[in-house]
C-alpha cells in the first residue's frame, strides 16, 4: 500500500484523534500536530489526497480542538493546583506547565486564543483555564473562537497552495512521510532525555 493510499484509508481519522490529543489529554508536548499536521491536512484535501472535501475537513477538525479542549478543561477542573506537583515524566514538564500559566495570568481570556498560536502553551491553555476555575460558558465561547481562528488559518493556508501549485501532488509520497518524522523528533528528544535522565 502506497503512501496515497494509506492517507486516503486512514488519514482523515488519525489527523483528527491527534488534534483532539494535543489539548485534551495531556500530552500535547509529545503529539505529531499542531501546524505541520494542520497545514498538511488541507494540503492533502487540494490534491484529492484527503477523501474529504476542505470544509467538511475544516468543520472535523474545529470540532476535534473544541473537544479536546474541553476534555483539557475537565482535567484542570478535577486536579486543580495538583497538577503543580506532579512530577516530570518524558510526556509531561512542569516548567511548561509554569510558563503557560504564567503567560495566563499576564493575558488572562486572550491567553486562549492568541495561545492557541504557541506551541508550548496550547497544550496546557484549558488545563489551566479548568485549574483557574473560568467559567465554563466564557471558556466555551472563546476555545470555540479560538479554533476556529487557528484551523482556518493553517488548513486553508495548505489548502490554496496546493491548488496554486497542484505539482505538489507528485511529491507527496515524500513530503508526508518528511512531515511526520519532523513532527516525531520531539518526541524521541523528550524520550531520550527522559531515559538518560533515569
Known amino acids: 500500500m502506497d503512501t496515497t493510499s494509506i492517507i486516503e484509508w486512514g488519514g482523515f481519522l488519525i489527523i483528527a484523534i491527534l488534534i483532539f490529543a494535543e489539548t485534551g489529554l495531556l500530552i500535547g508536548l509529545v503529539i505529531p500536530g499542531g501546524e505541520t499536521l494542520v497545514f498538511t491536512a488541507g494540503l492533502l484535501v487540494s490534491t484529492d489526497s484527503l477523501g474529504v472535501s476542505v470544509a467538511i475537513l475544516l468543520f472535523s477538525l474545529i470540532l476535534a480542538g473544541i473537544v479536546g ?22 510526556y509531561f514538564k512542569k516548567k511548561y506547565l509554569h510558563m503557560a500559566a504564567d503567560y495566563f495570568d499576564k493575558h488572562r481570556k486572550a491567553a486562549i486564543i492568541f ?12 488545563v489551566i483555564s479548568g485549574t483557574t476555575n473560568m467559567k465554563f460558558s466564557v471558556f466555551m465561547f472563546l476555545t470555540i473562537v479560538a479554533s476556529i481562528l487557528y484551523m482556518s488559518t493553517y488548513v486553508l493556508a495548505g489548502y490554496f497552495l496546493g491548488t496554486q501549485f497542484p505539482i505538489i501532488k507528485e511529491y ?6 518528511i512531515s511526520i518524522v519532523v513532527a516525531l523528533i520531539p518526541v524521541f528528544k523528550q524520550f531520550r532525555k527522559a531515559k538518560s535522565n533515569a
Request: glycine share 12%; aromatic share 20%.
Open 69 to 90: 479542549d474541553t476534555s483539557g478543561y475537565f482535567i484542570g477542573k478535577k486536579f486543580g493546583r495538583k497538577l503543580y506537583d506532579k512530577e516530570d515524566t518524558w
Open 115 to 126: 495561545g492557541k498560536y504557541l506551541p508550548i502553551i496550547r497544550p496546557f491553555s484549558p
Open 172 to 177: 507527496l509520497g515524500w513530503i508526508v512521510p
